[in-house]
């Protein structure tokens, strides 16, 4: 079991890659926190857990609220006492062309993608540097590397989140803490459910594997960046695409 013994915190864990990962880390024997805006999400995901004898935690917050991301920090450290892994998972989109994106939509991603992805982190980190050690995993996309139409809002969220991660490597590494991103490519979630059939089929031709990833495939990475087998990984931008030709 290569998380035994450790505490994880998991945002978005109600559904898609987030759900798949706070499984996964369960079964290497990690403690989770399922995080998620929607309570009823996470206890679904922790049911899960539980029923195949993990240990797991299901807690209500808004990763974009700060006073919400620090009730569910003391939470988890009143349950577990330590947080060994925090993976910046929970995000959105609300896609549309540069002159016809408004406000609303703007700021509700960057609040959630970006923002959320540094209250979270930053009410964690003086934990991890106080125990000596941690290990953070801020999920960014291939979109944030290459851009996508229609998405000038999340891809300056997903852009930003490596940004942040190697800012957060060079500042957190002297007291132990890992800090990478991960940029997913095409994964079978809802959250492509609003992409065109027509859109897919071009992903899929231009994907040298042929498909979409699977969330266990982008959960296997995270397991392997959560654990001591990634001890000397920090800064990294792990693409995880098939291989993708954006
Ligand atoms: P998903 O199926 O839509 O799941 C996202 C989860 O985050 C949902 O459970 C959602 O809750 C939760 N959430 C949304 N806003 C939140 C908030 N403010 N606070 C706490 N939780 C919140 O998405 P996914 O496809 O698994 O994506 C997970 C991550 O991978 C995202 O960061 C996404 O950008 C990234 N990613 C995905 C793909 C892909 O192809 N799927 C590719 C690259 C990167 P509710 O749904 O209940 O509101």
Redesign the pocket.
């Known amino acids: 079991m290569r998380l035994k013994d450790k505490v994880a915190i998991v945002?978005?864990?109600?559904?898609?890659?987030?759900?798949?990962t706070a499984l996964a880390f369960a079964r290497e024997g990690a403690r989770v926190a399922a995080?998620?805006?929607?309570l009823?999400?996470?206890e679904a995901t922790v049911a899960e857990i539980t029923a195949r004898d993990g240990m797991a935690l299901a807690v209500q917050?808004?990763?974009?609220?700060a006073a919400?991301v620090e009730t569910m920090v003391e939470t988890v450290l009143a349950w577990a006492g330590r947080i060994d892994v925090l993976l910046?998972?929970?995000?959105?989109?609300r896609d549309a062309r540069l002159v016809k994106m408004t406000e609303q939509q703007w700021d509700a991603v960057i609040?959630?993608?970006l923002k959320?992805v540094w209250l979270c982190t930053r009410a964690v980190a003086p934990h991890m540097s106080a125990q000596g050690g941690g290990s953070i995993i801020n999920?960014?996309?291939?979109?944030g590397l290459y851009g996508n139409f229609g998405q000038s809002n999340?891809a300056a969220t997903?852009g930003g989140v490596i940004a942040m991660t190697k800012t957060w490597a060079r500042e957190l590494g002297a007291s132990g803490v890992r800090v990478n991103a991960v940029?997913?490519?095409?994964?079978?979630?809802?959250?492509?459910g609003t992409i065109p059939e027509k859109v897919i089929q071009t992903v899929q031709e231009r994907t040298p594997l042929r498909r979409?990833?699977k969330?266990e495939e982008?959960a296997a990475v995270y397991v392997f960046l959560a654990s001591d087998d990634s001890s000397f990984v920090t800064a990294s931008v792990i693409q995880v695409d098939g291989g993708l030709l954006w």
């Open positions: 945002t978005g864990a109600g559904h898609g890659i987030g759900k798949a995080v998620d805006i929607n009823a999400g996470a917050a808004d990763v974009s609220q919400s910046n998972n929970a995000g959105i989109t609040n959630v993608n959320g999920v960014s996309s291939i979109v999340y997903k940029t997913p490519g095409f994964i079978a979630t809802e959250m492509i979409l990833g969330p982008v």
